[in-house]
């Protein structure tokens, strides 16, 4: 298989596949290219250098691509490679204006064999899965309230963060995870939004890089859903990140901590339901489904409906209502 590589800023799950004696390819990311540097001197086997994106979908005739630049510049790298029909899987947001959300559409759209998946790797793990299951096989009952929540250390950023046309904001970055999960754990879609984010402790320094941010959902059937994000999780924690999610229901609970998915209804205690559900990883789940043109999990349409719940939540935070 031949796999290209695009920048140097993201997570770039399809490095963590088995890669064996598939042909690798790179293209440096103008905006970061010391990270791209880095990067590329990760990937074994040694990847083919490319200039620009055309060049190498020409030359190097990739199975599929891996993106991974500055988060605001997502977009750009995207619509370089739809032309050439070639499989993506993407790091978010897929698009950080509503120009570049409308370029990926229109594209997608025109031929609907093209194939974006993005990278909520919440999808791929069991303990979601699992709470998808529960949900979707009425064991909480009707839904009436989600909360979820994703915590990350600062450690070291770079400098790009301080600008939002690169860094595109915290709601389109970390708490991005727990909007997806509303959708892919409930199958409901919100009807509004509310939200809000700012930097409050990193100063003037880190400019618009907001280290909180919440958003309140309505959901269809008159129920709620807040999503909570910060970069304050304490060094001396145990982990980088803290994932949660809980989701409430006339029948029961759902709710993952730490890793696992637990099941509290009207008629049994507290049951730990992790390994209902079963994953290979979020990188080989991601290439699969870009192989095959998406599945359940992952999409195009999922990934497009995604990118404008997103750009629509951070619109209301910029607009204040």
């Known amino acids: 298989m031949?796999?290209?590589?695009?920048?140097?800023?993201?997570?770039?799950?399809l490095r963590r596949t088995p890669l064996g004696e598939h042909q690798l390819a790179f293209v440096a990311d103008p905006h970061d290219p010391?990270?791209?540097?880095a990067f590329s001197a990760t990937l074994e086997p040694s990847p083919d250098l490319y200039t620009d994106v055309p060049a190498m979908m020409t030359a190097f005739k990739?199975?599929?691509?891996?993106i991974g630049v500055v988060y605001g510049h997502m977009a750009d790298a995207i619509v370089?490679?739809?032309?050439?029909?070639?499989?993506?899987?993407?790091?978010?947001?897929?698009?950080?204006?509503?120009?570049?959300?409308?370029?990926?559409?229109e594209l997608c759209i025109a031929d609907p064999s093209r194939t974006l998946i993005t990278e909520f790797d919440f999808r791929a793990r069991p303990e979601f899965r699992a709470a998808r299951l529960a949900v979707r096989d009425g064991r909480v009952g009707r839904v009436a309230l989600i909360t979820g929540q994703k915590s990350y250390r600062w450690g070291t950023r770079p400098a790009w963060y301080a600008q939002r046309e690169?860094?595109?904001?915290?709601?389109?970055?970390?708490?991005?995870?727990?909007?997806d999960a509303l959708r892919f754990v409930t199958g409901g879609e919100p009807t509004c939004v509310y939200a809000h984010q700012a930097n409050v402790t990193r100063?003037?320094?880190w400019g618009t890089a907001e280290d909180v941010a919440?958003?309140?959902?309505?959901?269809?059937?008159?129920?709620?859903?807040?999503?909570?994000?910060?970069?304050?999780?304490?060094?001396?924690?145990?982990?980088?990140?803290?994932?949660?999610?809980?989701?409430?229901?006339d029948h029961g609970v759902v709710e993952i901590i730490g890793g696992r998915c637990w099941l509290t209804t009207t008629d049994a205690a507290s049951t730990d339901i992790t390994d209902t559900a079963t994953s290979t990883g979020a990188g080989p789940e991601m290439l699969a489904a870009a192989l095959t043109?998406?599945?359940?999990?992952?999409?195009?349409?999922?990934?497009?409906?995604?990118?404008?719940?997103?750009?629509?939540?951070?619109?209301?935070?910029?607009?204040?209502?």
């Open 203 to 205: 100063g003037s320094k």
């Open 2 to 13: 031949r796999i290209a590589f695009i920048g140097g800023s993201g997570h770039h799950y």
């Open 80 to 105: 370089a490679c739809l032309p050439f029909n070639v499989p993506i899987v993407t790091d978010k947001p897929a698009a950080a204006s509503w120009t570049a959300f409308e370029r990926i559409a």
């Open 62 to 66: 990739p199975d599929v691509v891996s």
């Open 166 to 179: 690169h860094y595109g904001s915290t709601l389109l970055w970390i708490a991005s995870h727990s909007i």
């Open 34 to 37: 010391k990270a791209s540097e």
């Open 293 to 321: 043109g998406g599945n359940e999990y992952f999409s195009t349409t999922e990934s497009l409906r995604t990118a404008e719940l997103l750009l629509k939540t951070r619109d209301r935070a910029d607009a204040a209502r």
């Open 214 to 249: 919440t958003a309140a959902f309505a959901l269809p059937g008159g129920g709620s859903a807040m999503v909570h994000a910060d970069f304050l999780r304490p060094a001396a924690a145990a982990s980088h990140g803290d994932d949660r999610l809980r989701i409430v229901g």
